[in-house]
């Protein structure tokens, strides 16, 4: 294959969230986030999934975000190794509960703000960019309580104040930020993205969608703030992206495809069009949805749209309106999809696809005009460490490889990408299923499923493999 080259100044790195990192859970005046509250096992899933009659706090195994990889307290250590392989760029999100412990308190809690103000610094010291990330997953436990999440309008205005909090606080050392991170999740997971529990006989769709209209409305508040107090700064909104594949060539599937991808993309439509799109009309009138909005709502959305479309990437889906083919319907990813002959999967049974990769991205360009961040993509896997404590994560590398090969055709496609932080590039908590040992790393952090391990971190192959892209400005890969 032909190797076509990166622009200068593109923002290779890799990202992850504070749940999945830092642990220290209830230090320094932090409060307790919905993850903080997730078990392991099967209850699991139907927490993530709002399932629950009620919320009420579970009794149990916890997520491992208690502890997670002690990024909290090891992360001069870390930025250290993100150094070594020559980032030029960290993703991180900013826990909202590190900032107000109850989501709606009336002042900000100084201990967490100094925190990323420390790691920051740190970054910097480096001349790595900070890419910031203000909402991943982690609604502060409060706010499910009192309001019921993103469901209460109430929530639009506490975002705004945490989000011009550590806007001015950091205007000076962020120049990266993005307001939800995989915004369309909340459609998937509802707990997870919105904390949202449901109760018996409610339309979940109608409180799906409001959610989503006050996240969307809290989110033009983020960026019309960001434009206000950092005008050399640029906000963008982010996506679980990933191609959907009609099953076979009947137009009920191809259309059925192209609806697929459209409830993922209402989101991104909304932040970066500046409105809703006529087809999401449609399907709210179609399901008895009313959307509420305030006056000044549809204004707000219009003028203050994103300025780049970061997402994520990891597998594509196939779907189908044959019921007999829908039956073959795999879980393996939250989206579900129904099995693609072609494509081989990973151990977690996520498709491996690299060229699904560059069909998003010209999918995503084609559709918004605007420069793309892929600000997630990666493989989960087993690590083995050998008796000699070498971790060959050649699997790692393969994926990584092709689809590194695969940006660098969609950009010779004439697809804007500024940058490229993959998943985990220090092994975290898996987010799906609260394990370790699914891991994306280029570098081992020694911990087990059960919270046992010394945290120790390791270099894997991938790690020389990475820091040697970089190096080259993905020239050698
Ligand atoms: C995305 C999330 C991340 C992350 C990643 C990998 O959906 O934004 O938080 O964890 O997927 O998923 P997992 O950890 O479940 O393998």
């Known amino acids: 294959m032909s190797k076509h080259s990166f622009p200068e100044g593109f923002l290779w790195g890799g990202a992850i969230a504070a749940n999945q990192a830092e642990g220290a859970y ?3 005046g932090k409060g307790l986030t919905l993850v903080d509250l997730l078990p392991t096992g099967q209850k699991r899933w139907d927490v993530m999934l709002g399932k629950l009659d009620s919320f009420t706090p579970l009794e149990g195994e916890f997520y491992p975000s208690h502890e997670a990889i002690d990024f909290y307290h090891r992360y001069q250590e870390d930025v250290a190794l993100l150094a070594e392989m020559g980032f030029k760029a960290f993703r991180l999100s900013i826990s909202w509960a590190r900032i107000f412990p109850n989501g709606d308190d009336p002042e900000p809690n100084e201990k967490g703000l100094q925190f990323y103000d420390d790691l920051f610094d740190e970054l910097l010291k480096y001349n790595i960019q900070p890419v910031v990330t203000m909402a991943h997953f982690d609604v502060p436990v409060h706010l499910i309580e ?4 993103w ?16 806007l001015s606080r950091y205007k000076d050392k962020v120049k990266y930020w993005m307001t939800f991170n995989e915004i369309n999740m909340l459609l998937h997971l509802p ?12 339309n979940k769709k109608q409180i799906q969608y409001q959610a989503a209209h006050h996240q969307l409305v809290a989110s033009s508040l983020a960026v019309k703030a960001c434009h206000e107090l950092i005008p050399d700064a640029k906000i963008g909104c982010m996506l679980a992206a990933g191609a959907t594949y ?9 259309f059925e495809a192209m609806t697929k991808d459209r409830e993922s993309f209402f989101f991104i439509d909304v932040q970066s069009r500046g409105e809703y799109p006529g087809y999401a009309k449609r399907f709210f009138r179609d399901h008895n949805i009313v959307i509420d909005m305030e006056e000044g709502d549809e204004a707000l959305l219009k003028n203050h749209t994103v300025d780049y479309i970061g997402f994520s990437y990891y597998a594509s889906r196939v779907t189908s309106t044959d019921p007999e083919v829908l039956k073959n ?13 072609y494509l081989e999967k990973s151990e977690w049974g996520w498709t491996i696809d690299p060229k699904g990769f560059r069909t998003t991205a010209n999918q995503l360009y084609d559709r918004y005009q605007k420069p793309l961040f892929v600000v997630e993509n990666g493989l989960g896997a087993v690590d083995d460490v050998t008796l000699e404590g070498e971790i060959n994560d050649e699997y790692r590398i393969d994926y990584l490889r092709k689809h590194i090969a695969e940006m660098a055709e969609a950009i010779a496609d004439g697809v804007d990408i500024i940058g490229y932080t993959s998943w985990g590039p220090i092994d975290v908590v898996s987010a799906s299923t609260g394990e370790m040992k699914k891991r994306y790393g280029y570098i081992y952090v020694d911990r087990d499923n059960e ?3 010394s945290l120790k971190r390791m270099k894997k192959k991938s790690f020389h493999w990475y820091k040697k892209v970089i190096e080259t400005n993905g020239e050698k890969r």
């Open 246 to 254: 009609p099953y076979t060539c009947h137009p009920n599937d191809v």
């Open 191 to 202: 707990f997870v993205g919105a904390g949202l529990v449901f109760k018996e006989g409610e």
């Open 26 to 28: 209830l230090e320094d």
């Open 329 to 341: 319907i795999t879980s393996g990813n939250v989206f579900g999809s129904v099995e693609n002959p």
């Open 146 to 149: 009192s309001y019921g999440g």
């Open 451 to 453: 919270g046992k391990g």
């Open 151 to 166: 469901r209460s309008r109430k929530l639009v205005g506490l975002f705004e104040t945490y989000a011009k909090t550590i």
